[in-house]
């Protein structure tokens, strides 16, 4: 069984990345040519990267393109996202 704690955190630190990026997203729509703006954006993309493969490698998927399916079929073995009590 896996370390419910750190997979917890892990995800925690992965929903926080990807708010944050799709936030300077949005500001760079309107401020197109900040550039501090899209270095900080690019750099959360790569750490963001990072984390999921980390955390997939762990615990397994995050998404439906994440991996490739073996047969017989089987997305998720762990409880579903909506199982888990944060």
């Given at each position: 069984?896996?370390?419910?704690?750190?997979?917890?955190?892990?995800?925690?630190?992965?929903?926080?990345?990807?708010?944050?990026?799709?936030?300077?997203?949005?500001?760079?729509?309107?401020?197109p040519c900040d550039?501090?703006?899209?270095?900080?954006?690019?750099?959360?993309?790569?750490?963001?990267?990072?984390?999921?493969?980390?955390?997939?490698?762990?615990?397994?998927?995050?998404?439906?393109?994440?991996?490739?399916?073996?047969?017989?079929?089987?997305?998720?073995?762990?409880?579903?996202?909506w199982e888990?009590?944060?």
């Amino acid at each position: 069984m896996h370390d419910y704690a750190s997979m917890v955190d892990m995800l925690r630190e992965i929903q926080a990345l990807e708010f944050a990026v799709y936030d300077l997203a949005l500001f760079l729509d309107t401020h197109p040519c900040d550039r501090r703006a899209l270095e900080d954006r690019n750099k959360l993309v790569n750490r963001l990267s990072q984390l999921r493969k980390v955390f997939e490698d762990r615990y397994g998927p995050l998404r439906l393109d994440s991996f490739e399916s073996q047969f017989p079929y089987r997305y998720i073995n762990d409880p579903w996202p909506w199982e888990i009590h944060y």
